[in-house]
Structure formats: C-alpha cells, structure tokens
DNA sequence: ACTTATCCGTTAAGCGCTTAATTACCCTAC
DNA sequence: GTAGGGTAATTAAGCGCTTAACGGATAAGT
C-alpha cells in the first residue's frame, strides 16, 4: 500500500482471476459467488488494502455516506459554549465504525445555512441533515421538505412528519422554579435567550406555567443573546430595578457567570444575596467560585440519538419523536435560602 | 427545482439542444463554445437550480473537494476548550464561497485517527488533511507521507518538507515571563499540558531558556493533562510544597481557572499572593473573578491560514511554512507584584 | 482556388462501482 | 437422453461528469 495508487476492484479482480462483478458481489457480501471464492477475493481486497471509493459507489447507489450539520451562530458566540463540541462528540460516537462521515459547516446567518443545504443537496453530498436551533416557522423545515431531504431536529417537535430528538426541557424547568421555591424564594427572573428560537419559548411557556401555579407573580422572563455583555446588561438592570429578585435562571452557562460578576461588581453575595442557576453544565459552572448549580442536559445523548435516528429514516424507516434521558439539576454553591 | 429530481448536464444539454460536452465546457467557463450559446446554457442550469453532483465530479477528475480534521481528544476534554470550535470557525471561514467542505472527525484514541485519515484517503474523499497536536516523532507525518496524501500541520515546523502554519510561542513565553519578572517575581512555575505534544515541548524549552537567561533558578515546569482536575492535583501540590512560586503559568484556560479555586481553597488571595496567567484566552479567563490575565493566540487566523495553504499545497504549490500574528499578553486583574 | 488556421461543437472513452441480464455448467428427475 | 433448476460466474449498461480526439464550417493567406 504505497503512496498514490490506491486498488480498485478491478486490480483485485485481475489479481484473483474473475470478473469485477464477482469482486462487487464478494465485497458486498451478496449472493452470486462462491464461499472459496468470496475468500480469496476478500484476502486479496485487503491484502492490497482497498478501500471502495466513496465518489464511484455514490455514483453508482445513490449514497453519499455522509450527513451534514451546519451550525449558524455568529463566530464571536461559538466558541464560548461546550455545547456543539459535546454534541459534535455525541455523533461521532454513533457514526464510529460506520461508512458515514460528517460533513461540518460553520455560518453566520441564515441565509448562508439554507444555501449550505441547498447545495449539499444538489451536490447529493449528503444523504441527510440535523437541524438545530429551530426558530419559529423555520424555513429550513419548508426547504428540507420541499428537497425531500431527511432531516432530524434536535429539539422539540414542531411539525408532526418531522422526525426529532427532544429533551424534556419544561420538566426540568418546573423542576428548577419548584426547587428555588422550596428554598422560599419568590421573586425568581429567568434571563433567556433570543426570543426566536423554539427552545427558549418552550422554557418561558413552562417557566410561566409553573410560576402561576406556584402563585408567584412577580416572577418573569428577560431576554439576552447569550452573550456575557449582554447577560450583564440585562442583570444589572434586573437587579437594581424595584423589586429585585433574590434568584435568576440562565438560559446558558456563560450568562449565568457574567451574572456572578455584576453581582459581585453590585456588592451581592452568591448565594447570600443571591441565588442562581445556569443551563447547560459545563466546566465553567464547575470551576467558577461560587460553583453554579446548573441543569445538565444530556447533551452528547442527544446527538447520537439524532444520528441513530437520520440513519433510520435515510433507510425509509417512518419519522419517530424520540425523547432523550430527562435533564438533571446539579445543585451548587450558587443557590441558597433568600436573605430573610 | 421541487424535490427528488435533481437536474443532470444532460438535462440541460436537452433543454439547450446541445451535447452534454459542450454543457461540461460551458458551465466550467473553458473555451469549446461560443458567449451565446455559453449564456444559454447557464441560463438554462440556473433556472434548472443545477448543481453539480460532486461525486460524479470526483470520480471523474480525482478530486473530492473536502479536506478533512480529526480532532483526537478524549469526550471528556472536548467540550472544555473553546479551541477548536474557533480554530474551526477560522477554517470555515477560508472555506466559505469556495466548492470545498470540511470532513470532521473526533476519536478517543490515536489508532482511529490513524484509521481515519486512511480511510479518508483510500475513500478519496479528501484532496487533504489538516493536523493538529502533533506529538514527538508523530505517526501522522509518516502516514500522510507514505499515502502522499497532502497536509498541512497547525503548529511548529518539524519535518522539513511538510507545510504548517504556526504561532511563535517562544515569543510569548519569553514575554510572559519577562512580565511576571519585571513585577517582581522570581519563583515561577509553568504548568504545562502532556509532554508528549511538540507544542508543550516547545513552549517548555522557551520557558527553560528564557528563566536562565532572566537568572530564575526556582522556575521549572510541572505537567498536567488539561483537565481541571488534574490542573488542581499539581497546583496543589506545587502550592504547599517548599518554596511555593509566587506566579503560575498555565498551558490552557482551564487549568488556571482551577487553580483559581486551589488558590482559594488554600486561603491565598489571587493576585495579591499569588499570580496567575493562562494561556488560549477565552470566555472563561474573561468571565472569572478575579480575571485572568491570559496569551491570547490568533486560533481563527490559524485555521484560516492552513485552509489556504493546504488548498494551495493541494494545487501543487510548494509546502511553505507560513507563521501567524503574534500571540499577545492580555494582562488583567490575576497578575501583580509578589507579596513582599 | 487551394491550403491552412481558427472556432464551435460532437463523440466517446473513462473515472470505480453496482446490478440486471445473460451464459455456462453441473445435478437431479423423469 | 433430455428438460428443468440451481449455482457460479461473466457481460454490459449505467450513475453524472470531464476531456482528449475528432469533424465541419467559416475566415484568412498565397
């Protein structure tokens, strides 16, 4: 196997004495040639190392062996949170072992995520996509429908044909307004962010859901971009406002420390003075003093469960809902009782 | 342009009453057909939405239009280090526009790697690969070698004929150091990454080269495995052993911001007793009270740069070694005068 | 009026693989 | 002895595109 010529069935098949069809056969493990045959055939093939050729089999069936991901947030943002590395690292475990690769796009606007899909779709270069950050009336469900392209979202379900791979986020939300209830606080803002995506209006629908029904109306919803300036901002103005509240709930992790500065800059105390609780877990709510109790998400669960299933449905199977493990609240030094 | 039937240069070649000959000529802009009849034909494929199939493109003239990364880091790590994601937005960036996708790959060990980058090749379904992390003596360089297969390395030359794009990290430690000694500090210890990366080889032999000319005879360099934990163990006991260093410098973000909580932990107030400086800057080094004075490195312009190279590399040009901007010292509120 | 060059376009082979159709052969059954 | 039924192979078409080789027409040179 030396540099630059590569095998191909036809060397195996001068090698062995047959027909290329017979390789074909032997290789795919179909009917059409002998066992003794199939052997010395499939000897060959990896004596000589061979490998098929993506391009000719995809030619030849149709199948492009990959499945694309495009992520669209702006470059300044897309770094700073874990959460595409995890879920990167979420697919490639259940692609591991199989011919399917991935193919990865970074973009900054919407427009250029549609064209990504468009072109890998004319490209025929993947055989299908996963959707993330879905946002109302998203236009990449109508695109992915009109291409026929299949298409798993991570996140919850938004049209009915639409097969997705969801976490049962209200849960964890009750869950969290539920426990700083108990710790009897009242006045409780959850800091989201933008309002377009579904993922942050289904957690404000549950927030203020569970906030009516524990009877709290002071509680209520803010929005930033994910951003630390951003998350700033915004808490400082919560937190000098009248009425300030004595805990806060982030929609990411990166908010969630931003706010422990501005606490810190006002003179509140974490937990003292001040409660707060970050979304996705990650090392940063681990490593920051006080430590965040954060929710955690089954993050890495979630992208190879979407992978599982877009291979699925790739191979005509009908489009499920699939719900992942629930997400847990990892309880930290950063909620505490509210000052009497 | 509904979904299914993807056009073919035949189809155009229909529509147009020509050959598919003079379509192929026409759509690659090369001579063989008159302006008019060029027109007409990009006008049929546009409105056609044609786009070319890459794999029937691949298969007949060799090239596959990706290149491909695999990031070989364990899950665990992964999601920590905002590194990658912003080494592969660069990427993306020099990749936006053009006809090429990038192919990702995460694996946990050294052997899928290998494995990877193989099977990339005999697939042809890469024209190139990017390599990152390169260890002492690394496997990968004698594999693309061996395959011909073209790359390029993000880090410091070290074999001759191989293209790389790198950061003079000598520079910034020198400059770290010679920082830290003009604030009075003497005692310093660098708490590296693996010793097997030539990265962390390098910056160790600058480190080594700049505290003996600066006369430190207490620097040294201990090593950790970029986890926070890990980060913790060493710190600790570099902190209460004899002759405890008055400033840490750290080899990755995390890994200081632990520190930062050892730091803690033992009652020594950062930066009045003790200073800290990490290296990629991040979120994390921004977010964390106190802040972190940190290198902050060009990673984008990195992953842009060896984009650029390796598509030049792979169109024939010789294997340059291309060197970044320099890292720069971001000092903030974890760097001061030694305790007296 | 003849060759020569130029331009525009077609033809057909080939990239590496899959697969329906076909052939060759050996067995068994009547 | 021959029709019928497997099985094991070959043949060849086709996937969508590129490109060397070729050909017919028009323009220019002598």
Chains 1, 2 share one sequence.
């Not at 990865?104 to 995520?113: F, G, H, M, P, R």
Request: glycine share 8%; aromatic share 4%; hydrophobic share 45%.
């Amino acid at each position: 196997m030396v540099g630059g010529k590569r095998p191909t069935i036809s060397d195996i098949a001068k090698a062995a004495g047959v027909s290329t069809g017979a390789v074909s056969y032997a290789l795919n493990n179909r009917p059409g040639v002998s066992e003794p045959t199939r052997r010395r055939i499939m000897d060959i093939a990896d004596r000589l190392g061979w490998v098929p050729s993506s391009a000719a089999r995809s030619l030849s069936d149709g199948r492009a062996n990959a499945i694309g991901l495009v992520v669209d947030r702006p470059a300044r943002v897309i770094g700073v949170e874990p959460y595409f590395m995890q879920l990167i690292s979420g697919i490639q475990g259940a692609l591991a072992g199989g011919p399917t690769s991935l193919l990865l796009q970074v973009t900054d606007n919407s427009a250029a995520e549609l064209a990504a899909y468009r072109r890998w779709w004319g490209e025929r270069r993947v055989d299908g996509v996963l959707l993330v950050d879905l946002v109302q009336n998203d236009p990449r469900v109508e695109l992915v429908q009109e291409l026929r392209l299949p298409a798993v979202v991570l996140g919850e379900p938004v049209v009915p044909d639409l097969p997705c791979v969801w976490t049962d986020d209200e849960l964890a939300v009750t869950e969290v307004l539920e426990y700083l209830v108990a710790l009897g606080h009242r006045r409780i803002v959850r800091v989201a962010g933008p309002t377009k995506f579904v993922h942050t209006q289904t957690r404000s629908r549950a927030f203020t859901t569970a906030a009516a029904r524990l009877n709290l109306p002071d509680a209520r919803v803010v929005h930033a971009d994910y951003s630390d300036e951003a998350a700033a901002r915004v808490t400082r103005r919560v937190l000098t406002g009248g009425t300030a509240p004595t805990a806060l709930v982030f929609d990411n992790d990166v908010m969630a420390v931003s706010a422990l500065g501005v606490a810190h800059e006002l003179g509140l105390s974490v937990p003292d003075q001040l409660s707060l609780v970050a979304w996705d877990d990650s090392a940063l709510c681990r490593l920051v003093r006080p430590a965040l109790s954060a929710v955690r998400r089954p993050i890495a669960e979630r992208g190879a469960a979407a992978v599982r299933l877009l291979l699925d449905v790739i191979n005509g199977a009908p489009p499920e809902q699939v719900k992942t493990s629930d997400p847990e609240l990892v309880p930290r030094s950063s909620t505490a009782h509210p000052p009497a």
